[in-house]
């Protein structure tokens, strides 16, 4: 064991899990460099972070010209102009209908908290329904709203009053739309009544739950039963914003609109911001002083954002993501293995899920992990059996790296699955 690793089981608590044994010394791009000597491609991307990259030049240009501004004041003491500008350019962009307003946060937890705070004040009602498999964060209220008990619940004492899971559809576990939609309404006669329910949170593409895409008819359903009972109907678009799906936002996919979406990630290309754009008439609710923080929409993650904004447009980074997903798509479903059960893929939200004696194997997924990143390739696993690996690489990979990881692929895959 190295010397650093020691000082980190000295230093930090368990509860703080880590992959890696060894600790990263540098990042370009899509590559990192371990004080191993080893050298990685990355697709992980600080955990769909990084779309635009680890150290995009021009995002590192846009930050330190603001440093030599200002770091920090406040937003709700002194307010500044990226914090305006930037809050206009997700309402133009945001897959909303009608007048939108943008606040921001810090971390995707705060952003999906703050959307209930918004849908309580709008309804005056405390439940929400969220569904099984999600993942909305790890503050009190957002992990109440993960739909996944190990390793963000269990011993931690975690119950809130008021939130209930539907079952989220999943052709492969044989959760149809139908199924889905009729776990809301048993919520509803079982549990609370629709009038109390302020909020549902979904994503339309499930991330930790295994890269799962919401089906048309399921977010139709959704929107349905939302303007039926007055609900607000939130999108977590936390993990799935800015390109990824191959769309500015997955509900783009959609012929309904939220009334809200969450946000963070790769927002900031690598600097910690959230936030949430929502109908105007549903985010003015909260009065003044209900929402912020001390580095809400801090100057230096807004001007970044600025800036992933733009690099999205001009390097062409939708197509770009559709693609490499399609490429990888291709590749994955022509591996021919009997143990991948099936391959899911919106944009470059791309995943595989394994099976052995027609049940979920995490064993295999794990074994795919622990190889490709012998062989220099990072991977992260999800799914709610942990049989999943999900592909979260930045979208301005070089094709040549691109192709190189595809190839440590087929050799990893090929040996786990013996």
């Known amino acids: 064991m190295s010397d650093l690793m020691k000082r980190r089981e000295e230093a930090t608590p368990k509860g703080i899990g880590v992959l890696c044994d060894w600790f990263v010394e540098k990042a370009e791009n899509a590559t990192l460099w371990g004080t191993n000597g080893k050298e990685y491609i990355d697709f992980a991307a600080g955990i769909a972070v990084l779309n635009v990259g680890h150290r995009h030049p021009r995002i590192i240009e846009a930050v330190k010209k603001q440093l030599d501004y200002f770091t920090h004041t406040a937003y709700q003491v002194t307010p500044y ?177 939220p009334d809200i979406i969450c946000m963070a990630k790769s927002l900031g290309g690598g600097f910690p911001i959230s936030g949430i754009v929502g109908k105007a008439e549903i985010m003015d609710c909260v009065s003044a002083g209900g929402m912020g923080g001390t580095y809400a929409g801090s100057p230096l993650a807004t001007a970044a954002g600025l800036e992933v904004l733009k690099i999205i447009k001009e390097e062409n980074l939708l197509d770009r993501s559709n693609k490499l997903g399609e490429q990888l798509k291709n590749f994955l479903q022509g591996l021919g293995h009997k143990e991948i059960a099936e391959v899911r893929a919106v944009g470059s939200m791309v995943a595989v899920e394994f099976f052995k004696n027609n049940e979920p194997s995490s064993d295999i997924a794990k074994k795919v992990q622990t190889l490709a990143m012998s062989k220099g390739l990072l991977l992260l696993t999800c799914g709610s059996y942990g049989n999943v690996i999900r592909f979260l690489y930045p979208l ?19 040996e786990a699955v013996k």
């Open 396 to 414: 301005t990979i070089p094709q040549e790296q691109f192709d190189k990881a595809l190839n440590i692929l087929k050799e990893v895959i090929a």
């Open 81 to 257: 102009e990226s914090y305006i500008e930037l809050a206009e350019k997700i309402n133009e962009l945001a897959p909303i209908s009608g007048k939108k307003k943008t606040c921001f946060f810090t971390t995707g937890g705060e952003a999906t908290e703050n959307a209930i705070k918004v849908a309580k004040a709008k309804t005056k009602r405390y439940g929400i329904i969220a569904f099984g498999g999600s993942f909305h964060g790890r503050t009190a209220a957002a992990v109440g709203m993960t739909g996944k008990v190990v390793p963000y619940k269990a011993e931690l004492g975690i119950g809130m009053v008021g939130i209930y899971h539907g079952v989220y559809p999943n052709k492969l576990h044989n959760i149809s739309v139908e199924d889905a939609l009729k776990s809301l309404d048993h919520i509803c006669k079982s549990s609370i009544s629709p009038y109390d329910v302020a909020a549902i949170i979904f994503e339309p593409v499930q991330g930790e739950g295994g890269f799962n895409p919401a089906p048309k008819e399921f977010v139709e359903g959704l929107r349905a039963f939302a303007d039926k009972y007055g609900i607000v109907l939130i999108a977590d678009e936390v993990q799935t914003g800015f390109s990824r799906t191959g769309k500015l936002f997955a509900m783009e996919y959609h012929s309904v609109s």
